[in-house]
C-alpha cells in the first residue's frame, strides 16, 4: 500500500533552515509527483510545491519562492523540503502528498505530517 | 482569502443529507478534476473524491461529488456523527500554475 513517512517534529529559531522529509513506498517512487502542503494551527491548507521525482523537475507557489527548495533522492525513494529565513508565520504542520503521474493532478495520498515550530 | 470559495460551516443532523460549495473559476474548477478532502482533529486530510465524483475503495457511497461548470459539490447522506470534521476542497489551477485549495468547512452533526 502507498505510504509517506515524514521526519520528525523540528523547532528552530527566526531566521534558521529546516529541512522535512518525505520516504515514500508501496509503489513505483517516479512515476507519481510529489507535492508539499502547509497548515498553519487552526487554518486550511496551503500548497507551497511540487516536484517530479523522475527528473527533479519543481514547481513552486510564489508565494515561497526564493526561500523553499525541493530535492529528491531516487535511491532512497525520498524527497526533502527546506525552507529558509524562517519567521514565526512558518509555525505549521508541513504535509507531503503524493501527485499524479502528470503535473496537474491535486494530492491524493497523505504523510503523517511534520510540526515545524519557530520560535525564539 | 482562499482561490476557491467555501463555506466556513455547515451542520445536520443523523441521517440528514449535507452538501458543501466549492466554487472557483474557468482556470481551476472548469479546466481540471476537483478533489474532495476530509480532516478529522489531529489527523492528516485523507482524499474522499478525486476526479470531480470518483471514490477511493474504503470511501463509503454515502459521499458523492459532482461538477457543474465553476462549480463542485460535495454531499454527504445519511450523517453520523463521525462525519463531523473540516471538508477541503482542491484543483489545480492553469494561471497560477499550482494547486488551489478551499478554506474549508467545519462540518457539525447536531
Known amino acids: 500500500q502507498v505510504q509517506l513517512v515524514q521526519s520528525g517534529a523540528e523547532v528552530k529559531k527566526p531566521g534558521a533552515s529546516v529541512t522535512v522529509s518525505c520516504k515514500a513506498s508501496?509503489?513505483?517512487?517516479?512515476?507519481?509527483?510529489l507535492h508539499w502542503v502547509r497548515q498553519a494551527p487552526g487554518q486550511g491548507l496551503e500548497w507551497v510545491g511540487i516536484i517530479n521525482p523522475s527528473g527533479g523537475g519543481r514547481v513552486y507557489a510564489q508565494k515561497f519562492q526564493g526561500r523553499v527548495t525541493m530535492t529528491r533522492d531516487t535511491s532512497t525513494s525520498t524527497v526533502y523540503m527546506e525552507l529558509s529565513s524562517l519567521r514565526s508565520e512558518d509555525t505549521a504542520v508541513f504535509y507531503c502528498?503524493?501527485?499524479?503521474?502528470?503535473?496537474?493532478?491535486?494530492?491524493?495520498?497523505w504523510g503523517q505530517g511534520t510540526m515545524v515550530t519557530v520560535s525564539s | 482569502q482562499s482561490v476557491l470559495t467555501q463555506p466556513p460551516s455547515a451542520s445536520g443532523t443523523p441521517g440528514q443529507r449535507v452538501t458543501i460549495s466549492c466554487s472557483g473559476s474557468?482556470?481551476?474548477?472548469?479546466?481540471?478534476?476537483v478533489n474532495w478532502y476530509q480532516q478529522l482533529p489531529g489527523t492528516a486530510p485523507k482524499l474522499l473524491i478525486y476526479s470531480n465524483n470518483q471514490r477511493p475503495s474504503g470511501v463509503p457511497d454515502r459521499f458523492s461529488g459532482s461538477k457543474s461548470g465553476a462549480s463542485a459539490s460535495l454531499a454527504i447522506s445519511g450523517l453520523q456523527s463521525e462525519d463531523e470534521a473540516d471538508y477541503y476542497c482542491?484543483?489545480?489551477?492553469?494561471?497560477?500554475?499550482?494547486?488551489?485549495f478551499g478554506g474549508g468547512t467545519k462540518l457539525t452533526v447536531l
Open positions: 482542491a484543483a489545480w489551477d492553469d494561471s497560477l500554475n499550482g494547486v488551489v
Open positions: 508501496g509503489y513505483t517512487f517516479t512515476s507519481y509527483y
Open positions: 502528498a503524493r501527485g499524479g503521474a502528470t503535473l496537474n493532478v491535486s494530492p491524493n495520498y
Open positions: 474557468r482556470s481551476n474548477i472548469v479546466s481540471n478534476f
